[in-house]
């Protein structure tokens, strides 16, 4: 990527360059402390956390909290069932996404492109206006409480973005190898399966990331569908400790701390797939 | 191609009707997801929204007796209240959020050294959830061991219980949204900077522009349709935005943060009043309809 470079040919005078440096240095403190913070707690014994001045710099650092979150309470089957459910919607999503935009791209038929476009208007509708008649649906069908409307609430969610990125992502490939495979008597399935999938990969994981995100971070579903302790979502679970009575500080930040290190991991490893996701997503909607 | 095609195909039109009926199987599995979990449930709530309800059960057709009784002074204004609300809590987030993330954006373009983990680190709260977010800044705000709380009465001499005074939580309130959203604002603004050709900014060197007159005159005309497309964007977010007014305030105190969609989600999933929560929903709806249309034209008149 090419950037422009402003500093190093306009010659800008020493004050400027640290102005900029303590301008940065200072949003990544303002980014950083909430989450710091949250980890220190986190390490705190019990008997410190409640101090006043607050202490920035822990005495003695203890695992108790993270035990007892881990061990005392329901957190590893939350922990394991926003897994499960997040793998299993992304994948599901993306299945249905990466077909549907495959025949909106390449298989255009009358009408194909304002049925792409009604679709993604859907992903416009605000949540809080479905979540009611979802809600009795689920009741009345039976499915409250099981992890299956959760999957199937977060891929309906999700499929009409993710139908629309990948078809940006199938325009943009190279038409001339799918035209010979097709001279040579390919199917327009099996170019999607040997030919676009494969060559698509990179775009296809960065748009599925980004539901990875939104289904890993998702309270209102996980919080209005399920209310069983053994299908409960982590953020919902989370929630639960601070309605609950006396706030035990330490070990919701404890529990915290444990369910971001999975995504913030992801993130630092990931992050230019994700940039990539995002931006293409802005700039085509 | 139309050349090689009728020697080498047994026949295209049996081909072509192949194809047709495959696209139609790719592309009836997400109609059917999208019809059953986003289509039924909104004119499922337009129907509630005109009958009286007692719980799921709709006793009887009111019309627009819902619509009235919302906006009547009867319920106490809560509607003018909650979009009164809403308009603090979009057009205050919008004011930080936006010039902070241009700006942040051009600082992070530039080149510097450990410019990777300016960035990594300034985009990091992107991913951290609402309901983390809330979390984290109750621990921050807390009244009586909360960081903020300490240092506002360090630096300002105030002692002040952030979410417990109706002004105080509606400031919190913003900034933490602003702390969790500012990222996206700024990754919007670097990908539109990283597509302005580097010839502009030389020719702007030569002819001897200050950096601030190149600000103004060329990198913000040029910046011009993503702000708008953000703008729009980030105001339906923050319109429609529930987790983290929901666990960080309640909506409280004295609903002093219950934003129209927080009204909407709490008649409904506290109080159960089905009819009164789907007529609020339809508000928002439309609302979001000509937020959409909004974006809709910029988005067609970006790309012509």
Known sequence: ?285 | MSTLQGTNFVSSKKRKRYDFYTSILFITPLLILIAAITIVPIFTALRWSLYETSYAKMIKFVGFKNYISIFSPKQGGEVLISIFNSLWYVICSLIIVMPLGICLAVFLNQDLRMRGLFRTVIIMPWVISQTITAMLFRWLYNGNFGVLTYLCEKLLGIQLDFLSNIWPARISLVLANVWNTLPIVIILMLAALQSISIDIYEAAKIDGSSRINTFFRITLPLLKPTIGVTLVMQSMEYFNMVTLINNLTGGGPFKATQTLSIYAYRQGFEFWHVGLSSAISVVILLLNVVFSLIYIRLLTHESN
């Not at chain 1, 007892?68 to 089957?77: E, G, I, Q, R």
């Not at chain 1, 038929?109 to 605000?126: E, G, Q």
Request: proline share 5%; hydrophobic share 50%.
């Open chain 1, 1 to 285: 990527m090419k950037t422009y470079n402003v500093n190093s040919t306009l010659k800008d005078p020493v004050w400027i360059k640290i102005l900029n440096y303590l301008i940065l240095i200072i949003m990544s403190v303002i980014s950083l402390f909430p989450l710091y913070w949250g980890l220190v707690t986190s390490l705190k014994p019990e008997g410190q956390i409640m101090t006043y001045p607050p202490r920035f710099i822990p005495e003695t650092i203890t695992f108790e909290n993270y035990y007892k979150v881990l061990f005392m309470s329901n957190y590893k089957t939350y922990f394991v069932n926003t897994i499960i459910v997040t793998i299993i919607s992304v994948i599901f999503a993306t299945i249905i996404a990466g077909h549907a935009a495959f025949a909106f791209s390449r298989m255009k038929f009358k009408h194909s492109d304002k049925i792409m476009f009604l679709v993604l208007m859907t992903s416009m509708i605000p949540p809080v206006a479905q979540l009611i008649p979802l809600y009795i649906l689920a009741v009345k069908s039976g499915l409250y409480n099981t992890k299956i409307v959760l999957v199937l609430i977060y891929a309906a969610w999700r499929t009409p973005i993710l139908t629309w990125l990948l078809k940006g992502f199938f325009d943009k490939l190279p038409i001339d190898i799918e035209e010979s495979a097709m001279i040579d008597g390919c199917t327009k399935a099996k170019v999607l399966y040997k030919i676009v999938l494969p060559i698509s990969k990179p775009g296809i994981v960065s748009v599925a990331l980004l539901s990875a995100v939104f289904v890993w971070n998702d309270y209102l579903v996980s919080a209005s569908f399920v209310s069983q302790e053994r299908h409960r979502m982590l953020s919902s679970g989370i929630y639960n400790y601070i309605t609950g009575y006396g706030v035990q500080w330490g070990q919701l930040m404890g529990g915290v701390c444990m369910a971001i290190i999975p995504i913030v991991i992801l993130f630092i490893c990931l992050q230019k797939q994700f940039v990539a996701g995002l931006s293409a997503g802005a700039v085509k909607g």
